[in-house]
């Protein structure tokens, strides 16, 4: 059993994962979404009886770490909960003094949070990393992989140490400008609850696929993103692409050496998690090609960004519409950016299906 829920996380990532024996399954967390879907995810967490074997914070970007903070600090959370958590906080962004952290940062600011509530409350931090060590892609040599209690493999595929000394410099200028310094989880903290969350929404558009996969990929540059933790997880003959908001070059270049590795041609997956909620320059043509894959994620509201993006969504329709079976897309929300493709003449014409909520919320390999 391979189960995937994206939980409610606004325009965010929040998914809930869990394998193995259907009647005692074994689980994964992969983000927090904003402080909204926290509540629900901490009920669930409270509930279980055995430890979540990980949770993965792929990156600092509110939508996806917002929700984290009030988690870790909700007294039915503890150390106890989870095996391990994977957080590449400030001090693992640099390879000359990357160890366990001292503390972390709204961007940078809620990474800073977010470590210190790992510190305080003594949470297993990157302890299937050497101990503490940064999560990141060597440049050379095999990828890394740990093996999860139940037959659960996960192949690191982001970041690069590219990406994290690209992080490390957008953090120190954040933090300055927040009159903050990397550790003073106090006046992070303060920051913090000053903060509030603005959610408006704006008309989606036409769709053309033709025309809206003839337009230039433009690859995304934002520094958190292209730090986000993102790997294969391979369980019982399923493989899933879980991908945060990762730079398409890096999962590109890390796929490219995964099956060289592996001896294949492209990779086949039962479903991807498609990065950056459906960005346009999250999802390239090029990282298509080197997938087979039917069934796409895709976890956001639409609110702030307007995601996902018409082009991320016609690239991937486009690229498998000759296959024998309909690319299927799942959503966790029904929105004015994603119902454009609830449209039957499409459907027939690119060989998809879609699924909303309630349905589009989870996925059973």
């Not at 509540?39 to 990156?59: K, N, S, Y």
């Not at 970007?61 to 039915?76: E, N, T």
Request: charged fraction near 30%; proline fraction near 6%; include cysteine.
């Amino acid at each position: 059993m391979f189960r995937i829920e994206m939980l409610p996380a606004l325009e965010g990532d929040c998914l809930w994962i869990e394998y193995g024996d259907a009647d005692n399954p074994r689980r994964m967390v992969i983000d927090a979404g904003r402080k909204e879907s926290y509540r629900a995810l901490g009920d669930r967490l409270a509930e279980l009886t055995d430890p979540v074997e990980l949770f993965v914070m792929t990156h600092i970007d509110d939508d996806h770490i917002f929700g984290a903070v009030p988690l870790f600090a909700d007294d039915r959370i503890d150390k106890s909960t989870f095996k391990d958590v994977w957080y590449n906080g400030y001090t693992h962004l640099d390879p000359e003094i990357a160890r366990r952290p001292p503390s972390d940062q709204l961007g940078a600011v809620t990474g800073e949070i977010f470590a210190a509530l790992l510190q305080e409350h003594r949470y297993p931090w990157n302890e299937w990393f050497n101990q503490g060590a940064t999560i990141v892609v060597p440049e050379t040599g095999k990828l890394p992989f740990i093996e999860l209690e139940g037959d659960m493999k996960l192949t690191l595929l982001s970041p690069s140490w590219k990406s994290l000394t690209a992080l490390k410099r957008f953090w120190e200028k954040e933090v300055e400008e927040n009159d903050l310094e990397p550790g003073d989880a106090e006046a992070a903290l303060e920051i913090f609850a000053e903060r509030a969350s603005l959610q408006p929404d704006v008309l989606g558009g036409i769709i053309d696929v033709d025309d809206l996969i003839d337009r230039p990929f433009e690859k995304d540059t934002k520094e958190p993103n292209g730090s986000s933790i993102a790997f294969l997880a391979e369980h019982d003959g399923h493989a899933v692409l879980f991908t945060g908001d990762a730079h398409p070059p890096v999962l590109e270049q890390s796929i490219t050496r995964l099956l060289q590795e592996r001896g294949k041609d492209i990779l086949q997956l039962d479903a991807v998690k498609v990065s950056h909620h459906g960005s346009k320059k999250n999802t390239s043509p090029k990282l298509l090609e080197l997938l087979d894959c039917r069934l796409f994620l895709i976890s956001t509201n639409g609110s702030r960004h307007q995601h996902p993006d018409k082009e991320a969504i016609a690239r991937i329709v486009h690229r498998y519409h000759q296959n024998t079976k309909p690319t299927e897309l799942y959503f966790n929300y029904l929105s004015t950016f994603n119902e454009v493709w609830d449209d039957d003449d499409l459907r027939e014409e690119w060989n998809y299906q879609t699924h909303y909520p309630p349905e589009g919320t989870r996925l059973d390999l």
